[in-house]
C-alpha cells in the first residue's frame, strides 16, 4: 500500500509544513517515505512543489512518476492545474479558491476553478475565509492540510502533534490557530459532497 | 541509533560528523546549502568541531586542505559551480594528496532549477583522477560519506561525493550508526605537500600507478552490483545515482526485468560493465548529468556486435533532469495513463523579488537615470537581484558567474560602452567582485559599480556576508576607489529622485565609481523579528 501526493502553492505559502507535518507522522507509523522538495531560487515567489510518497514497501523514486499521484494538494488554485498530469485518472485534487495574484497574466479564476471541477474526485475551498475564522490568513495551509486529512494513508489522528511541534517555538497562540485550521480544514472536507476514496491500492495499478 | 528524518544534503553532514569531522567550510549555494546549514547547527550545539561559511569556494577549499594537512578531517561542500571556483586548489589536492580525512562533496543541478548551467561533477574526479561516490539514496549518502573519509586516509587521496538536486532536496530516513572519534594532529610531508616541480611530477606519477587500484576498489564497492538474468538477454541496464531509483521505479512493469547494473563508486567499474556487456545485446545506460559511463563505453567506434543506448543515441534526454517517465519511454514502456488539462495554458510563475524588496527601489532609480541614456548597459551577478531581469524592471542584460558583473562591466567600458554598470550583491562581491575592483580602481576605469548590500546571501536562506556594513565601505576604499565617488544610498520609494539624481551624478563622472545601495533584506528583517 502507498500513496503519492503532489503539494503545491507558490514560494512562501507554507507547502514545506503541510509536508513535514504528513512526513513526520508516516514515520510515527514506521512508514517508508520520501519527500523532493523546491528550495533556492523557486522560493522567491515563484511556483512551489514538493513529491510526497508513503509507502509500506520500499520507494524507489525521489519524484513521482506522472499518472501515478493519488492526491494534488494546492494552497492556490493555478498551481493546483500545474501537476494535473501528475494525477492518475482517478486521483483527486483538492485545492484552495484563493488565487495568489503576483504575475501579470494571471488567468480568470472562474475559469481556473472550473477546470479544477472538471477533475472526477475534486474539492475547493475558500482557505482563506477558514484560516481567517480560525485566527491568522497565514495558517491557510493548515486549512488544505486538514481537508486532506481524512483521505491520507497515514492516520488522521496522528497529525495534530505534528502541527504542534512545527509552530511550538513561535508560541501559544500561533499553535492555536494553526490547530483551529487543520480541525475547520477537517470540518468542511467532512461535510463536502465528494466522490468517495477509492483505499489504499498495492503497487501500480494499472490504472 | 534511531531513524531520523534527513534532506540528502543533511545525511551527507551527518555522516561527516559521525565520521569524526574536524571542521567543514562551504559557501552558500542551491542545492548545497544545507549540508553547512546542519553543519553549522551541530557544532554550535556539540561544540566539538568547526563548521563556516567561507568567503568563496575556493578559499573553502583551501582551509578544508590546511586541515587535511594537519592530518584531520575536513569536508567541503559547495554548488557545482562552485568546484570551478575551487578547480586550481581541487586539482592540485590530488597531488598534495590528503593526509587526515578530505571529502570534497559538490551538489550538482540537473534541469538548473537553481543554476546557469547543468555541469557534471563526476567529470571533475575523473579528471583529478580520484574516487567518487554517487549516492542513489539518504542512507547511501550517510553511509558513502563516512566511507569516503575512511577511502582518502587509506589513499592518502580526497574523495569526492557527487550530489544532485533531487538527493540534496529530498527527504527520507537515514538509520545512523555509532560516531567514531577525530584524529590527532599529525603534519603533513613537505615532500608530499610542495608543488614544486620535482614534487609534483613524482606525485602525479603516484596517482597514475594507483590507478588500477582504484578500479579494484570501484569494482569490489558495495554500492555497485551486477545482477545477470538468463531469462531475457536482449536488453541490460547500468544506471548510476539516483538514475538507478528511475529503473527500479519501472521495473515492475516489464514483463522480464533485465541484467542491471548499479553504479555509484567510480572510477567506472571496468570488470561489471564488461560483465553486463558480454551478456546482452543492447545496453541502456541511465545516469543523471552528462553521459560519462556512456561515452567511456561507447569511445568512437562502438562496442563491436552491440548496441549502445542512452542520452548520446537519443534514448534520453540529453538536457535537464531525468524522470521516472523518461526513463520509462527508454526501457520501452508506454506512458502511465494520466489526466490532463486539454491543451489548456497555464501561466508561467517565474521566481521574483518580494514584495518591498531593497533591490526593487535600488532597479527603480537605476532605470529612472538610465533614462537618458540610450546605449547603457547593466552587467549583473549571482543573486536575488538577478531578477531584476524579468518585467516590470527588465534591467539587467547579463548574468554568468559570480563575480562577473565587475569585471565584464570594466571590459565593456573599455572598449565603448557607456554608461557601462556593474550591478551585485555585498556576499557576491566579497566571493570575487573585490579582485576585478581592484583593478578597475587601479585603471579608474570609467564605469559604475552597485554594491547592493542587504546584508546577507539571501536567495539561499539568509547566510551571513562577510562584506557588508562598515567593513565593505572600508574595502572599496582600501582598493583605491576615491572617497568622493563612493556614495551610499538608501533605496526606499521616497529616495526615488534622489537615487537617481545620485545614479546620474556618477554615471557622468569620468571614471571609477561605486554606489552602495544599504538597506536589510526584507526577509531577513522578517526572520530576526520572529525570533525576537
Known amino acids: 500500500m502507498k500513496q503519492d501526493i503532489i503539494l503545491a502553492g507558490v514560494g512562501g505559502q507554507g507547502i514545506i509544513s503541510i509536508a513535514y ?71 483527486m485534487i483538492i485545492s484552495s479558491r484563493v488565487p495568489f495574484i ?67 517555538r513561535h508560541g501559544e497562540t500561533i499553535v492555536a490557530s494553526n490547530l483551529k485550521a487543520f480541525a475547520l480544514g477537517q470540518a468542511v472536507a467532512a461535510a463536502a459532497d465528494f466522490v468517495p476514496a477509492s483505499g489504499g491500492r498495492t503497487g501500480r495499478g494499472g490504472g | ?156 587521496l580526497p574523495v569526492m561525493i557527487r550530489l544532485v538536486t533531487r538527493l540534496s532536496h529530498s527527504r527520507s530516513s537515514v538509520r545512523p550508526r555509532e560516531p567514531r572519534g577525530q584524529n590527532e594532529l599529525k603534519y603533513g610531508a613537505s615532500q608530499d605537500w610542495t608543488l614544486l616541480p620535482v614534487n609534483a611530477r613524482r606525485r602525479f606519477k603516484g596517482i597514475l600507478d594507483g590507478q588500477a587500484a582504484m578500479v579494484r576498489l570501484s569494482e569490489e564497492s558495495e554500492f555497485n552490483s551486477l545482477r545477470l538474468t538468463d531469462k531475457d538477454r536482449s536488453l541490460g541496464v547500468i544506471a548510476s545515482g539516483i538514475a538507478f531509483n528511475y529503473v527500479q521505479e519501472n521495473l515492475p512493469d516489464l514483463e522480464i526485468p533485465p541484467s542491471l547494473l548499479k553504479v555509484c563508486t567510480y572510477p567506472i567499474p571496468e570488470k561489471l560493465i564488461r560483465g553486463l556487456v558480454e551478456h546482452v545485446e543492447t545496453v541502456l545506460v541511465v545516469e543523471e548529468g552528462y553521459p560519462l559511463i556512456e561515452r567511456s563505453l561507447r ?43 486539454g491543451g489548456f495554458k497555464l501561466a508561467a510563475r517565474p521566481p521574483q523579488l518580494c514584495a518591498g524588496c531593497p533591490h526593487a527601489d535600488t532597479f527603480h532609480a537605476l532605470n529612472k537615470a538610465l533614462r537618458e541614456y540610450d546605449k547603457a548597459n547593466v552587467f549583473s551577478d549571482i543573486g536575488c537581484y538577478t531578477l531584476g531581469y ?14 562577473a558583473s ?85 533605496p526606499l520609494p521616497k529616495n526615488l529622485d534622489k537615487n537617481a539624481l545620485v545614479i546620474k551624478e556618477e554615471i557622468d563622472h569620468h571614471g571609477l565609481s561605486v554606489i552602495v545601495a544599504v538597506r536589510e533584506c526584507l526577509e531577513e528583517a522578517k526572520k530576526k523579528r520572529r525570533s525576537g
Open chain 1, 21 to 91: 507535518v504528513i512526513a513526520s507522522a508516516a514515520l510515527e507509523e514506521g512508514l517508508e517515505l520520501k519527500q523532493a522538495e523546491v528550495h533556492g531560487m523557486s522560493q522567491r515567489g515563484g511556483a512551489v512543489q514538493s513529491h510526497l510518497r508513503i509507502s509500506r514497501e520500499r520507494i524507489w523514486s525521489d519524484l513521482i512518476p506522472r499518472g501515478e499521484a493519488d492526491l494534488v494538494l494546492s494552497v492556490e488554485p493555478l498551481e493546483a492545474l500545474r501537476y494535473i498530469d501528475y494525477l492518475r485518472p482517478d486521483g
Open chain 1, 102 to 168: 503576483n504575475i501579470r497574466d494571471y488567468p480568470d479564476l472562474e475559469t481556473l476553478l472550473s477546470k479544477i471541477r472538471e477533475i472526477p474526485r475534486h474539492l475547493i475551498i475558500d482557505s482563506e475565509k477558514l484560516a481567517k475564522e480560525a485566527g491568522s490568513s497565514r495558517t491557510q495551509n493548515m486549512v488544505l492540510l486538514g481537508a486532506a486529512a481524512g483521505r491520507l494513508m497515514v492516520k488522521e489522528e496522528g497529525l495534530p502533534r505534528y502541527i504542534k511541534v512545527l509552530f511550538e
Open chain 2, 1 to 156: 541509533m534511531k531513524p531520523e528524518i534527513l534532506l540528502g544534503d543533511e545525511a551527507v553532514a551527518l555522516g561527516a560528523i559521525h565520521a569524526g569531522l574536524s571542521a567543514g567550510y562551504s559557501y552558500p549555494g542551491t542545492p548545497a546549502s544545507e549540508i553547512m546549514e546542519y553543519l553549522i547547527k551541530a557544532a554550535a550545539k556539540t561544540k566539538a568541531f568547526v563548521a563556516s561559511w567561507s568567503v568563496n569556494e575556493k578559499v573553502a577549499f583551501e582551509e578544508a586542505l590546511g586541515v587535511s594537512f594537519a592530518g584531520k578531517r575536513a569536508l567541503v561542500s559547495m554548488k557545482h559551480v562552485g568546484l570551478n571556483v575551487a578547480a586550481d586548489p581541487f586539482m592540485s589536492s590530488a597531488l598534495t594528496g590528503a593526509n587526515g580525512g578530505l571529502v570534497v562533496v559538490p551538489a550538482d543541478d540537473p534541469g538548473m532549477h537553481s543554476s546557469q548551467n547543468e555541469q557534471d561533477s563526476r567529470f571533475y574526479a575523473d579528471f583529478a583522477k580520484i574516487v567518487c561516490f554517487e549516492p542513489s539514496n539518504h542512507q547511501e549518502a550517510y553511509e558513502m560519506t563516512r566511507q569516503a573519509f575512511d577511502v582518502s586516509e587509506k589513499l592518502g
Open chain 2, 299 to 341: 569511445g568512437f567506434f562502438g562496442v563491436a556486435g552491440k548496441t549502445i543506448k542512452g542520452k548520446l543515441s537519443g534514448d534520453l534526454p540529453q538536457t535537464g533532469e531525468l524522470s521516472p517517465e523518461t526513463v520509462r519511454l527508454a526501457l520501452g514502456l508506454k506512458p502511465l495513463e494520466r489526466l490532463d488539462l
Open chain 2, 390 to 403: 524579468y518585467p516590470p524592471y527588465q534591467v539587467v542584460q547579463t548574468c554568468v558567474c559570480m563575480g
Open chain 2, 406 to 490: 565587475v569585471s565584464m562591466a570594466k571590459g565593456g567600458a573599455e572598449v565603448g560602452i557607456h554608461p557601462s554598470i556593474a550591478v551585485i550583491g555585498d556576499s557576491t562581491f566579497g566571493h570575487s567582485g573585490l579582485t576585478p575592483l581592484l583593478e578597475a580602481a587601479a585603471a579608474d576605469t570609467n564605469m559604475t559599480v552597485f554594491i547592493l548590500d542587504n546584508s546577507t546571501v539571501a536567495m539561499t536562506g539568509g547566510q551571513p556576508s562577510y562584506a557588508t556594513g562598515e567593513r565593505l565601505l572600508r574595502m572599496i576604499e582600501g582598493v583605491g576607489v576615491a572617497k568622493e565617488h563612493i556614495r551610499v544610498i538608501e
